[in-house]
């Protein structure tokens, strides 16, 4: 139980395009997904939470009008990234609470997204 | 910004020894988390250990907690060559939604 899935698993896209990644709790309701960006070799980095039904709570430094989330359901969240550039480049992993196990402090976290902009 | 500082950033043992990875945090946590990731990979949850334990065991695995030095060290004993991975100790302080801060990371490699 508690699977995250992550699509798409890879996507190569012009400079200046759209991308759109989804989010997926497969056996569980998770009322907060995170989205964090990982540059290679390097730790993870929260960007936003993401609460269903309400906006995303961004961290410092990310531009929400860039980095959309939309969080519409209790089994799905997105992260377009809008106008990519080549910095944008990375893998960006999500990761939902299961709020009624008892569990609930563990984050069940996707298998990322490698994001590679021309 | 990074609150988990981790030493050493990379660690390579033989198979059958084992590993010690160290964690350091700055603020005061509800609990900390242990994750390993493969090279490209997603990440898996390995351990939970909340601020008021001071070591837990699952497997091959133990982590101690010392909430006075705020830091948390993780120990695989008898090291396979399946465990070489990045490691990442994570700090939740209990904050609004309950997010993650993560540490550099301790790449570990066992060599067969």
């Known amino acids: 139980g508690a699977v995250v899935s992550q699509h798409p698993s890879r996507v190569i896209c012009k400079s200046g395009t759209s991308v759109k990644i989804e989010c997926r709790s497969l056996?569980?309701?998770?009322?907060?997904m995170f989205w964090y960006r990982q540059f290679p070799k390097q730790s993870l980095m929260l960007m936003a939470t993401?609460?269903?039904?309400?906006?995303?709570?961004?961290e410092q430094g990310v531009e929400k009008d860039k980095f959309l989330i939309n969080h519409a359901s209790l089994t799905l969240s997105t992260l377009t990234v809008t106008s990519a550039h080549p910095e944008d480049s990375s893998f960006y992993i999500c990761s939902a609470r299961d709020i009624l196990r008892d569990t609930k402090d563990t984050q069940y976290f996707g298998p990322g997204t490698r994001l590679t902009v021309l | 910004s990074q609150q988990g500082e981790e030493d050493p950033q990379a660690l390579s043992i033989q198979e059958g020894e084992n590993a010690t990875m160290n964690c350091s945090y700055k603020t005061s946590i509800n609990n900390l988390q242990w994750y390993r990731q493969n090279s490209g990979r997603g990440l898996v949850h390995l351990i939970l250990?909340?601020?008021?334990?001071r070591e837990k065991h699952s497997g091959r695995l133990r982590v101690t907690l010392d909430t006075s030095k705020k830091s948390s060290s993780l120990l695989i004993t008898a090291s396979r060559a399946a465990d070489t991975a990045s490691y990442f100790c994570a700090t939740d302080a209990g904050e609004y939604g309950n997010k993650l801060v993560f540490g550099a990371g301790t790449i570990l490699r066992v060599k067969s």
């Open positions: 056996d569980f309701q998770a009322t907060t």
């Open positions: 250990i909340r601020s008021n334990e």
């Open positions: 993401s609460n269903e039904g309400s906006k995303a709570t961004y």
